[in-house]
């Protein structure tokens, strides 16, 4: 069931992060189009509209990533270690890297809420309220890898905790 769960969110999430890149690409498109064929209806938001959206893709390619497992890794040194010092690092960059999303998440959330207290809101013509567009997606984004990084590890998988597949004399 768990990976059945996992193989849907990663397709709805690649889905749902290439309609909010095209549609980025065709708004900041469509804005400067407009400016030089018709400067008298330019917009001054297209830009930074296009902008959220990417804010938007960004996040939600990191629980892909986690999925995928294309985090950055220190191959080098752990491709130097012997097995069982690899696995052991395995588990505590896996135990670190989740204490450090959800760190980030509760950081994220309060950053948001402190955009939304202030009413922050953008300088476009739009008056965007920028703990939406900007803050929002942090904690979002954060709390969709820890739910996958649960799932994956209900699966019997070890998120973050990639182990070099390099032999070593002791291999």
Do not use: C
């Amino acid at each position: 069931m768990i990976p059945r769960i996992l193989n849907v969110w990663s397709r709805v999430e690649t889905v749902l992060i290439g309609v909010l890149l095209l549609i980025s690409l065709l708004i900041f498109l469509g804005g400067g189009a407009l400016r030089i064929v018709a400067p008298a209806h330019a917009v001054d938001w297209a830009t930074e509209v296009s902008i959220y959206f990417i804010i938007w893709a960004t996040v939600l390619a990191g629980a892909a990533i986690v999925q995928e497992d294309r985090h950055l890794h220190t191959e080098v040194f752990i491709a130097a270690l012997r097995p069982r010092a690899r696995r052991v690092l395995g588990w505590a960059m896996s135990v670190l890297s989740v204490a450090f999303v959800a760190v980030m998440m509760v950081y994220g959330w309060q950053a948001y809420e402190f955009a939304n207290l202030l009413d922050e809101r953008s300088g476009s013509s739009l008056r965007t309220p920028q703990g939406f567009a900007v803050f929002l997606p942090l904690p979002v984004g954060m709390a969709l890898i820890l739910l996958r990084v649960t799932l994956m590890m209900l699966n019997g998988q070890r998120p973050f905790g990639h182990v070099s597949t390099i032999p070593t004399k002791e291999d």
